[in-house]
């Protein structure tokens, strides 16, 4: 099986050199987080995930979960694995420091979250789960719900899920049919079937705690009757503790294509005692405030399987030999050269490369702008920064998860058909990543929410926040000579974005379907000049140090690899651009018919 | 689970009004496949397709095939669908009436082998190998063996495998270590492992033939020291019949990505007792004279499962209703629209469906070549066609895999997370269609093929057949009003592909590692420009009927989707194009270290 090391040089030169990390301890809140704080925390995490969680990774698949009379059984290692997750503190890692939590920066509690999901994406999930669960109820709840539930989900010693999805409803909520009834002590009884419950049911903590959107009796009809609801497994007792069991019950599991150590449940809530969260009828708007750090958390998920199987398929590469360079053998003492000589296997390596870098690199400017959002002082400042997470979360949840499947792909191909044998574990990245490309709203969803949402939303204010540093950076540096095959395809693909921009805009505008079918190609287009960006910042900060500074040849991988984007994968935003610019009548105009 | 129906509308598009297969007959050999002939052929193929194939697809991927004390058991129901598939007299299809075969051409042959592969790709790898062992058996085997192994092979009684990878070796065969030791009565000892042995062993057949590669004592070294030979499980006894076991003994299976339902074997030779097929050291010539025709089967297994996943998808589609068209209610009387209101839904069926239908008719085209390489009774048209084939086969290979692969994936996506779970064999069609991108050559390979060897071949004479009758039909069309849609797009692309040519030509000559770099963008954009010639093509011939002749909308369909071709895929052909002109030195200078 292929090994996972995780990356904590170039996770250093993201935080540091690319984005300013040594700053956030400006942030009130942050003053702690100094660099001889996180850089212990990083190292350790890496353990944590190598060591631990990684191990796991295959047989997890292997095994899966069982459900047998209603309880589910996670795969052998998972409740030991989890208990000393939790005994480390990690999921108390980004959580507020009143509940217990240690209170991290978005930043750094994403780079750790990427090695979680390197090493073990199903195990993540359960920890991930919970998270959700927390910010809920610290957003919305009431002191008392918080008391009672925060503590015991930042210690971990109880989990959490979001209950959303019914089997009439996924995207559309307004669908959703479970009901909550009042009761006289102020608790409701929740009724109702949720499906696709990750982390639903499980061994790993003595208690769990669902976040259930229902509808009052009195709700008006579609999204705006929505209410959100905490239902407890075991409804607490009077000590905080567990006590009497709840009306919810694991009624099946799913048999899913990956993430098969991550349980997925069918629940059956049954006169479910719960608790209101927030007010009546706004469980859509408690939810809203959540999906941004859950989109961007799958975002990172993808991000997390590809520099997995970058790391698998660099390895192989490494080790297998299998025909000679084209030029001549480069291993003649062997009775092959190894298959990194080749081409065509770099070509994979460097797409994968170039994909996870610029990808962590994009991932960690929006959790720096989540940690502006969350902490600074100005609030001018603030807003700017929600407005900017806002615009480019659609983004990142769609690029870094579409990109982490292909990435995947690649590292199979790289092992040619021992990629497609399981024990190598090559293939379960493919498998698990797939599923990060549909929840938490699928990627035709994400695209939807940012042409039809995050475009128009306050006449176009939010994209500024993108547009305006871009612009100002391509012309200040446009003139520079070491920069130039980095800002000139940059500035190109810009042009193109800007364009396409106005085309969306102003067709989307007059007809709906127009934005819808243009959606798709837009973000990418979107995304691959934020990584062009990032790329040529990143070249930027990295060339100074080429020859000179570089005993390990990081900096002048750093600019190969910017400059491998530039040649090799951004031309697809010209692609992009005449797909946009074609509009949307050669699919609405078909007939539905003759499909 | 998704239904199959053979899209035998499309096919008979395809083969009469696309490829002129009413002049089938022209050639010696086919004078009997008319239309009356064919039609019921491909109707008996659907049924036993959609009514026998297709129902073990989802519980054959779930049970899988077993192995016990050396013995392969099948899924449930696979010996008894075999039995029919071989009594209906289908394993005998393709092969020579002098075997008991049926002769029928490559194009009818093409087209029965989709629907194999739409409904069950794992069946299909049974008789899929047997007809590789057939092919090799046919084309270089003595007398003797023809007449012992092939009236078995064409009946279905015995299968066939071929036995080429070893652990040490996959794609450079010249590394392999198998032994075959001449014996005094004419036979040889052989004795060695072979790995991913599809169809190694299994319950299907009384007895399975197995076509090895493997080194005399005296061979040479490397790739020019491998002969071929056939060794089977039972060695046959003097009537013909099942005689005693030889020495070939499955040691293990494989647990794989997909197509679990076909036995994928690491076989033992031990000793046993095979015979030389064709001369000692020219094995992988006779390898190579089957290569052709595997690989543009693996291309079919591709566009099988696509097709099929685009059946699954559109009838999801339209019965799946979630939310409301962005333009207002479509179906206010339902509690949501049909998710094919969406314009990204739309997106993602028409790609699925264009590539399908234009992958289709590549194949039909390239085996339509086939058919002339084999039957035409003048030997210069023969010549030219076999350059044609021999230049197309990698194209076809690498791009209907890829696509297949990208397809099946649309068809997961339209599901949302119902996609992700087993039991609606959506994610199977992924899995599945993954394997077809590696074996058989991976697409690299194939890509570095083209370039390295069909491109420079007899002074690029190849390229003419492909070039030359588009280039006249582009100049023909330039004209037709009717038509500029689409051939102004295409004599976009087809100039993109000449320069894109000439590029690689010019650099693959002075470093190869050049060719190499450019060998896979390459292939997908000569690869798009035979489907925008298609596509053209194929709404020429649709055009005259649109509104006057088309009472079930076939024909408007054809040219909305060749439209939809036109203007939201075949732009991905300059993206490729600037890959190309980019050269391959950003991957070259990499430093091997620095990965």
Redesign the interface.
């Known amino acids: 099986m292929a090994s996972y090391t995780a990356p904590l040089r170039d996770m250093r030169f993201v935080l540091y050199e690319l984005m300013e990390g040594d700053r956030l301890t400006d942030l009130p809140g942050y003053e702690e987080f100094t660099r001889d704080l996180i850089d212990p925390i990083l190292e350790e995490a890496g353990k944590i995930a190598a060591e631990v969680l990684h191990p796991l990774n295959r047989s997890g698949d292997e095994e899966g979960c069982t459900l047998e009379n209603g309880v589910v059984r996670t795969p052998t290692g998972f409740p030991e694995a989890y208990a000393l997750f939790r005994e480390g503190g990690w999921t108390a890692l980004s959580c507020d420091p009143d509940y217990g939590g240690q209170g991290a920066p978005h930043m750094v509690d994403t780079l750790i979250s990427e090695m979680i999901c390197s090493a073990n994406l199903s195990f993540g999930m359960y920890p991930g789960l919970s998270h959700g669960a927390y910010a809920a109820l610290r957003h919305h709840g009431t002191h008392e719900l918080k008391d009672t539930f925060l503590p015991k989900l930042v210690d971990g010693t109880w989990s959490g899920t979001m209950c959303l999805?019914e089997p009439?409803?996924?995207?559309?909520l307004?669908?959703l049919r479970t009901k909550a009834d009042p009761q006289d002590d102020g608790s409701y009884r929740l009724t109702g079937t949720k499906i696709?419950i990750s982390a639903g049911e499980h061994d790993l903590t003595e208690n769990i705690v669902h976040l259930v959107l229902a509808r009052l009796p009195d709700a008006p009809k579609g999204i705006k009757g929505i209410s959100l609801f905490v239902v407890p497994k075991y409804v607490p007792d009077d000590n905080g503790g567990v006590g009497a069991r709840n009306g919810v019950q694991c009624a099946s599991i799913?048999?899913?294509?990956?993430i098969k150590a991550s349980s997925t449940c069918v629940l059956n809530f049954d006169d479910a005692t719960g608790w209101l969260v927030g007010a009546p009828h706004k469980g859509m708007r408690a939810m809203f405030t959540m999906m941004n750090a859950a989109r961007l958390a799958v975002g990172v998920q993808g991000l997390g399987l590809a520099e997995a199987s970058y790391q698998g398929a660099?390895e192989y590469?490494?080790e297998r030999v299998?025909?000679r360079?084209?030029?001549g053998a480069k291993a003649p003492d062997k009775?092959?050269d190894p298959i990194?000589v080749?081409?065509?296997?770099?070509?994979?390596?460097?797409t994968q490369?170039a994909t996870v870098e610029g990808c962590r690199a994009l991932a960690a400017w929006v959790a720096r702008a989540l940690d502006e959002q969350t902490r600074h002082p100005d609030p001018v400042q603030r807003q700017e920064a929600e407005d900017f997470v806002a615009l480019m979360t659609p983004i990142v949840k769609a690029l870094l998860t579409d990109m982490g499947?292909e990435t995947t792909?690649h590292g199979?191909?790289v092992f040619?058909?021992h990629?497609?044998?399981?024990?190598h574990g090559m293939?379960q990245y493919?498998?698990d990543a797939?599923?990060a490309?549909?929840?938490e709203g699928?990627?035709?969803i994400q695209?939807?929410d940012l042409v039809?949402r995050k475009l128009p939303a306050n006449a176009g204010r939010s994209l500024r926040f993108f547009f305006h540093p871009v612009s100002a950076y391509i012309e200040a540096k446009m003139e520079v000579d070491a920069l130039a095959p980095f800002v000139m395809p940059l500035a190109k693909a810009f042009t193109r974005l800007q364009q396409a921009t106005a085309q969306v805009a102003r067709t989307g505008m007059a007809?709906?379907?127009e934005?819808?079918?243009a959606?798709?190609?837009y973000l990418r287009l979107f995304g691959l000049t934020a990584l062009a960006y990032l790329w040529t910042r990143m070249a930027e900060v990295a060339l100074p140090h080429v020859g000179t500074d570089d005993p390990d040849?990081?900096y002048?991988?750093k600019v190969?690899?910017a400059?491998?984007f530039m040649?090799?994968m951004l031309?697809?935003?010209?692609?992009?651009f005449?797909?946009v610019m074609?509009?949307?009548e050669?699919?609405?105009?078909?007939?539905?018919?003759?499909?």
Do not use: W
Not at 254 to 258: A, C, I, L, R, V
């Open positions: 999805t009439q409803c996924g995207t559309d307004g669908l696709f799913e048999h899913k294509m990956g660099v590469a490494r299998q025909g360079a084209l030029t009775a092959a990194l080749h081409p065509d296997v770099r070509r994979m390596l460097l490369r499947f792909n199979v191909q040619g058909g990629g497609y044998i399981r024990e293939e493919v498998r797939r599923i490309q549909i929840y699928t990627n035709g695209a939807l039809g007809n709906p379907d934005a819808g079918a959606a798709s190609d040849g990081f002048a991988a190969a690899t400059r491998f040649e090799r031309p697809q935003s010209g692609a992009l005449s797909q074609a509009g949307g050669s699919m609405m105009a078909f007939d539905d018919a003759a499909f």
